[in-house]
């Protein structure tokens, strides 16, 4: 028996010294840009980590996390959507729902909402997330800062708000997505999609859509001009 217990805590011992070196070789490519060959690292420390520690781990969920960053970046958010909600439940049992690090994954959530056009999704995982981090770490922590600063970005470009039509009789709730050939694409709050011509908005609305676009607007020939 006691070369069946040597043997078990060996191959802890060198699954462990394996999930390091996997990871370490993960971060490298990563902080370095090199999305698509971090990937391969990426996905065997997820399986890694679920053989370790269990597929409802607090370092599981930081494995899944980096995963869904990882697939986020590489454009991929139909893979990385999952692995970040699920990233995010995990924390949360773990850790219970407010923990600064649960903060943090639902900032990697509303993140790729962004990314991905979702903009109804995105402003109350910020919310959530700011709260927990002010209430525990503080307003001037790094990492509530950096949070703050991102969804004042956000809310610059594709923020909820009033857009009022240039008579000023008629107004709707919705997030900007996007401009392009004199057409204002907005994302509802009903959840579906609208368009209108820049120029049939007011000319509050219309700055708005030009700030969003800055500097890219550089690109469009459209010339707006307030009386």
Known sequence: SLIVVVFVLYCSFVQG???QDTYDQYQALNEQ?????????????????????????????????????????LGDCDKA???????????EKALGPDHPVVAMRLFDLAT????????????????RAL?????????EHPSTVTVQE?????????????????????????????????VVELHLSNGEGGSIPIDQLSKA?????????????????????VV
């Open 17 to 19: 010294d394996e999930l």
């Open 33 to 73: 840009g090199k999305y698509q060959e971090a990937l391969p690292f990426a996905q065997e420390t997820v399986r890694l980590g679920e053989s370790e520690f269990g597929k409802d781990d607090k370092a599981t969920a930081k494995f899944l996390s980096n995963l869904g960053v990882l697939y986020k970046n």
């Open 81 to 91: 959507e999952p692995l970040s909600k699920r990233a995010l439940e995990i924390s």
């Open 112 to 127: 790729l909402y962004d990314v991905h056009g979702e903009y109804v999704k995105v402003e109350p995982l910020y919310n």
């Open 131 to 139: 709260k927990i981090l002010e209430a525990e770490l503080g307003p």
């Open 150 to 182: 991102s969804f004042s970005t956000f809310s610059q470009r594709h923020g909820f708000r009033t857009w009022t039509d240039i008579t000023g009789k008629y107004t709707r709730e919705a997030h900007f997505v996007s401009f392009s050939d004199g």
């Open 205 to 225: 609305d219309q700055w708005y859509v030009v700030k969003a676009q800055l500097p890219s607007v550089s690109g469009e020939k459209f010339e707006l001009r």
